[in-house]
């Protein structure tokens, strides 16, 4: 079984630039999760979908930040403008949902973001 | 509101010898709870849940935790440390209530020496 792909692996960019994530999550998965973990920190959830719909985007900076799942599979996250301390590792993470929250969340392996 | 405590930020242990990282929890309600591990330039890779029942979970690796609700702890320990279990170890809770979403702990960088 495939894993969760992220691309890019890397990116470098200028503040007020912007920059796009992309994440595949494992086959049949429904829900799919971003992250934010900053170094030194645990992983914070940014937002999350059920299939194309999202479950809780509470701690996403909806000023700068985006994200979508179109067709319930692939999904993008945006950061537009982003601002130095936005350098992080941005995780995507996906789940089946069979057994609601009790479920078992898989990572990708990570974009890892420096703003300059 | 949820939270995660590891109140170590490094643990270091001689190889073959047991370990221990500690996590205690705060949650309204039953919780589920999860122990991720990290690698360098690495996703966070899933060891072992507790969702009810045996208060003794085993994992990957040999890993096991114990779900300890009147402490609101759920350590994670191995009897025989291995230099490959080098890593960064994560902590997380979710409550059973609709809608809650996982909280993760700062996490614990475990050093095994050979």
């Known amino acids: 079984e495939a894993g969760v792909a992220q691309s890019p692996r890397y990116k470098i960019i200028e503040k007020r630039q912007s920059v796009a994530f992309w994440c595949n999550p494992i086959?049949?998965?429904?829900?799919l999760y971003w992250y934010q973990q900053i170094l030194g920190q645990g992983p914070k959830l940014l937002i999350q979908?059920?299939?194309?719909?999202?479950?809780?985007d509470s701690q996403l900076p909806k000023d700068r930040f985006s994200a979508e799942r179109l067709k319930g599979v692939d999904s993008t996250l945006k950061i537009q403008p982003a601002k130095l301390e936005d350098s992080a590792v941005y995780l995507c993470?996906?789940?089946?949902?069979?057994?609601?929250?009790?479920?078992?969340?898989?990572f990708g392996p990570g974009t890892r973001l420096l703003v300059l | 509101a949820q939270s995660v405590a590891q109140p170590e930020d490094q643990v270091n242990v001689a190889e073959g010898n047991p370990l221990t990282v500690k996590c205690t929890y705060s949650?309204?309600?039953?919780?589920?709870l999860f122990w991720y591990v990290q690698y360098p330039n690495r996703g966070l890779q899933f060891l072992l849940k507790?969702?009810?029942?045996?208060?003794l979970v085993k994992g990957s690796y040999g890993f096991e935790a114990e779900f300890n609700k009147s402490q609101t702890s759920f350590h994670l320990k191995k009897p025989s440390a291995l230099v490959s279990d080098s890593a960064l170890y994560f902590c997380?809770?979710?409550?059973?209530?609709?809608?809650?979403?996982?909280?993760f702990g700062p996490g614990t960088r475990l050093s095994v020496l050979p």
């Open positions: 993470a996906s789940s089946s949902h069979q057994r609601g929250a009790g479920e078992t969340q898989y």
């Open positions: 086959s049949g998965h429904a829900t």
């Open positions: 979908f059920q299939n194309n719909g999202v479950v809780d």
């Open positions: 949650v309204s309600g039953n919780p589920y």
């Open positions: 507790y969702i009810t029942g045996d208060n």
């Open positions: 997380a809770v979710r409550s059973k209530g609709y809608g809650q979403n996982f909280v």
